[in-house]
């Protein structure tokens, strides 16, 4: 079956601009979360999403970023005003359930989003 | 906070070596423990986990046993195989489910 998709897979934007990134769950994964993997921080955890609700956005660095998600399926993440150590690539998980779990989660290929 | 510690790499061993992959955490409560892989060119996938004390993992060859005592999660493979070059990540859950990784070893195998 479909694994989670992201896009774009690339994403190049003058500094200063906003910039929305999609991902699309595996479908019925109730949970979704998105990361950001960089070469100063590793993989650093953002924001979580049980069906349309946010229960835990203490990983967003700043109130620039903010997510959404709608029908309990497709996910937004947008950045405003971006900077450049927004650079990095930016990961989307599903999982089937949420919570202290020990569900798998399964990413997506990432969107590498570059700020010139 | 939680945290992962994990061994720094690169590391490079020959086929058929024996590989360890030191990984510790800390949390104030009782997470469950993963490791994943990034093969090159391709997404994080899960590679084993375990959810409670003295658990073991294992898929492919790779084992780690959940130690709470020594708060580790070692992971393990008798004889690494090429195919075995990847990023390898330790991680923990927390209360959302939501994952805190180490920051990844390297591993390289020449044949």
């Known amino acids: 079956g479909a694994g989670v998709s992201q896009s774009p897979s690339n994403k190049v934007t003058e500094k200063g601009k906003d910039v929305e990134l999609r991902c699309d769950p595996i479908s019925g994964h109730t949970a979704l979360y998105w990361y950001r993997q960089s070469l100063g921080q590793g993989l650093e955890f953002l924001i979580y999403?049980?069906?349309?609700?946010?229960?835990?956005k203490s990983g967003l660095p700043s109130d620039r970023f903010s997510a959404e998600r709608t029908g309990g399926s497709v996910s937004t993440l947008t950045i405003q005003r971006t900077q450049q150590e927004d650079s990095a690539v930016y990961l989307c998980?599903?999982?089937?359930?949420?919570?202290?779990?020990?569900?798998?989660?399964?990413f997506g290929p990432g969107t590498r989003l570059t700020v010139t | 906070g939680d945290s992962v510690t994990q061994m720094e790499g690169p590391v490079t061993l020959s086929e058929e070596a024996f590989l360890t992959i030191n990984c510790t955490y800390t949390?104030?409560?009782?997470?469950?423990l993963f490791w994943y892989v990034q093969y090159p060119g391709e997404g994080l996938q899960l590679l084993l986990k375990?959810?409670?004390?003295?658990d073991k993992g294992s898929n492919k060859g790779f084992e780690a046993t959940y130690r709470k005592e020594t708060t580790s999660f070692h992971l393990e493979k008798g004889s690494v195989q090429v195919s075995d070059s990847a990023v390898y990540f330790c991680?923990?859950?927390?209360?959302?489910?939501?994952?805190?990784f180490g920051k990844g070893t390297t591993l390289s195998v020449s044949s």
């Open positions: 949390a104030t409560g009782y997470p469950s």
């Open positions: 375990a959810t409670k004390a003295d």
């Open positions: 999403f049980q069906g349309n609700s946010a229960p835990d």
């Open positions: 991680a923990l859950s927390d209360f959302n489910g939501a994952l805190i």
């Open positions: 998980a599903s999982s089937s359930g949420g919570g202290q779990n020990t569900y798998e989660q399964y």
